[in-house]
Structure formats: C-alpha cells, structure tokens
C-alpha cells in the first residue's frame, strides 16, 4: 500500500475546486502560485479512468443517502485503486463514512 509519504497525489477532479476555493478565499495570484507548484515534481495529477468512473457511480449509489461531493467520491476510487491509505481532506463527515474495499478505513489528515 502507498503512504502519503511516498507520492502526493492529486486527483485531477480536486484542480478546479482547489483554484476556486484559493482564488475566492486568498486571491488569485495565491491560487496561479499553488497550481504552478503542482507541476514541480512534488505532486503527481492522477487522472480518472473508465474504471474510477464506474467505481464512483457505484459509491453514489451505495451511500446515496449521504450525498456525497463528485471530488470526494473520485478521491474515494482513486484511493482504492491505488491502495492510498491517507487522504488530506477538509471533509471528515464523507470519508469517516466511506469503507474503502483495500482496508477498514482511510486515515484522514491533517
């Protein structure tokens, strides 16, 4: 299994919402800054597969009732295909929820 350590990766669905959130929040230069240190090394930008898709159609309908966002549901098939163990999230209620189907639960940080 991959730790948080080996690779940070994001998942291409996170890039919009993260520019947006920088940009309204700080300003835009904060967020042209951020997603310019996206493609230093440091990170990785894993794009979704057919198979992460169908995966995420299948979590919508399994915690349907907890409506959970588009982003969290691509980090979530994203992190069983990968076998990612922690996840850097602002959304503890979604993730505490989810039961990943590589391990019991995914470690949330920070």
């Given at each position: 299994?991959?730790?948080?350590?080996?690779?940070?990766?994001?998942?291409?669905?996170?890039?919009?919402?993260?520019?947006?959130?920088?940009?309204?929040?700080?300003?835009?230069?904060?967020?042209?800054?951020?997603?310019?240190?996206?493609?230093?090394?440091?990170?990785?930008?894993?794009?979704?597969?057919?198979?992460?898709?169908?995966?995420?159609?299948?979590?919508?309908?399994?915690?349907?009732?907890?409506?959970?966002?588009?982003?969290?549901?691509?980090?979530?098939?994203?992190?069983?295909?990968l076998?990612?163990?922690?996840?850097?999230?602002?959304?503890?209620?979604?993730?505490?929820?989810?039961?990943?189907?590589?391990?019991?639960?995914?470690?949330?940080?920070p």
């Amino acid at each position: 299994m991959r730790n948080i350590t080996d690779v940070r990766i994001v998942p291409a669905p996170v890039l919009p919402e993260m520019f947006y959130m920088l940009s309204e929040r700080v300003n835009y230069s904060t967020a042209v800054a951020m997603f310019r240190t996206l493609h230093t090394g440091t990170f990785h930008i894993e794009v979704l597969t057919d198979a992460d898709m169908r995966r995420m159609q299948n979590i919508m309908l399994e915690y349907a009732d907890n409506e959970f966002d588009f982003v969290d549901v691509a980090i979530m098939a994203l992190a069983e295909r990968l076998q990612i163990v922690d996840v850097y999230t602002f959304d503890q209620r979604d993730f505490n929820a989810f039961r990943p189907k590589h391990r019991p639960y995914l470690r949330l940080l920070p």
